[in-house]
């Protein structure tokens, strides 16, 4: 099997079951969005997805092996970014396990796609939460993984801002890159997704072309959410 697949995946805390029983397969190509309402489990399925963390029930594989196992290179941005406490430059250098003033020709392509530049030397803790959301992705990119997984990338952001990243996110998937995002920006996910995967209280509810999920939506949750509703 080639791909991602879910098979019987769940993820509960002690009693409590946050996700239920989620099935689906899809090739890694283009851009997946992950919507749903605020507690519904987008992050906690980003992160299954990722392998950081194991279900408690069921499999998650890549290509057939485990998502704990896999080989697979996956870049995650988590919803609220990491900022390592040195250079702009310095925290594109750490995946590559350069040291803190290492420079490479990945570091400034990168720091250009990302239009930090001209920061690169600031303290990244002195980023704005757009340059800071940029960074975290650079960062995520520099590796070349053949996955991304973005939680939120956009929220609190700038139109400008957004437009940027989306750019970064086109130009990854451009390069035969695979992308799993989550947003509430409903304008945002029909300007950018191939297929989504509509999850509500754990249950995965819609996994469709994104146009037909948008035009067409089957279930009434869905409705709900894309009126606004729920
Ligand atoms: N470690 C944990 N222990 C207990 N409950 C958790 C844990 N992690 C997540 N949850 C709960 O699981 C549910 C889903 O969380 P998750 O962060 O995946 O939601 P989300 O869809 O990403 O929401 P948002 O849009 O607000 O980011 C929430 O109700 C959350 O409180
Ligand atoms: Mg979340």
Not at 91 to 96: D, M
Request: proline share 5%; net charge neutral.
């Amino acid at each position: 099997m080639s791909g991602l697949k879910l098979t019987n995946v769940s993820y509960s805390v002690d009693e409590t079951l946050l996700l239920h029983d989620i099935n689906f397969s899809q090739e890694t190509t283009g851009i997946n969005a992950i919507l749903g309402p605020n507690g519904a489990g987008k992050s906690l399925l980003l992160s299954l997805i990722h392998g950081v963390i194991k279900p408690s029930m069921g499999l998650v594989t890549w290509d057939g092996i485990s998502a704990q196992k896999t080989k697979l290179t996956r870049g995650f941005v988590f919803q609220t970014p990491i900022v390592l406490r040195r250079s702009v430059r310095a925290n594109l250098a750490y995946p590559l396990k350069l040291s803190k003033n290492g420079t490479s020709t990945a570091i400034d392509t990168m720091l250009e796609l990302s239009h930090l530049a001209p920061l690169a030397d600031q303290p990244a803790a002195s980023l704005s939460g757009g340059e800071a959301q940029r960074m975290a992705i650079a960062r995520a990119l520099i590796t070349n993984p053949k996955v991304l997984l973005l939680d939120e990338p956009c929220s609190n952001l700038d139109p400008a801002s957004t437009k940027l990243i989306e750019a970064m996110i086109n130009n990854f998937v451009k390069q035969g890159g695979s992308v799993f995002i989550s947003t509430h920006d409903l304008a945002q996910a029909k300007r950018l997704a191939d297929v989504v995967l509509f999850i509500e209280q754990g249950n995965l509810l819609e996994h469709r072309p994104a146009k037909e999920f948008f035009d067409a939506p089957t279930t009434q949750e869905a409705r709900a959410y894309l009126k606004g509703e729920l």
